[in-house]
């Protein structure tokens, strides 16, 4: 089992930052990937940025919308990956869900996460 604790979220103004964490505990040797997904509301939810977390150096993944922009990262002392926000855009607005997977697989795919968080929401408005 794996527990995972999101926070971070908030309201910034078109422009601004914010920074998601994602703290993970329990069985946290068997994850795979970490992953940020997000879903607005009507919307489907939709991969946003994903690592590959058994290496230091694991390679990073991201959906087109937010290249350039979002930032994953992890710190594997503290079993904790962070998503670096810049350049929020509206259409960024949407709840935020840090997800772990066990086993390899599309990392920005919803069928490779097997745990997921609680979400937490970022608004960005003009």
């Known amino acids: 089992q794996v527990q995972l604790l999101e926070s971070g979220g908030g309201s910034v103004q078109v422009g601004g930052s914010l920074r998601l964490s994602c703290a993970a505990s329990?069985?946290?040797?068997?994850?795979?990937?970490m992953g940020w997904f997000r879903q607005a509301p009507g919307k489907e939810r939709e991969g946003v940025a994903a690592?590959?977390?058994?290496?230091?150096?694991?390679?990073?993944y991201y959906t087109t919308s937010v290249k350039g922009r979002f930032t994953i990262s992890q710190d594997r002392d503290k079993n904790t990956v962070y998503l670096q926000m810049n350049s929020l855009k509206t259409e960024d607005t949407a709840m935020y869900y840090c997800?772990?997977?066990?086993?390899?697989?599309?990392?920005?795919?919803?069928?490779?996460?097997?745990?997921w968080g609680q979400g937490t929401q970022v608004t960005a408005s003009s």
């Open positions: 997800a772990a997977g066990l086993r390899l697989g599309v990392p920005l795919s919803l069928s490779t996460y097997n745990y």
């Open positions: 690592i590959y977390t058994p290496t230091a150096s694991g390679s990073t």
């Open positions: 329990g069985s946290t040797t068997s994850i795979r990937y």
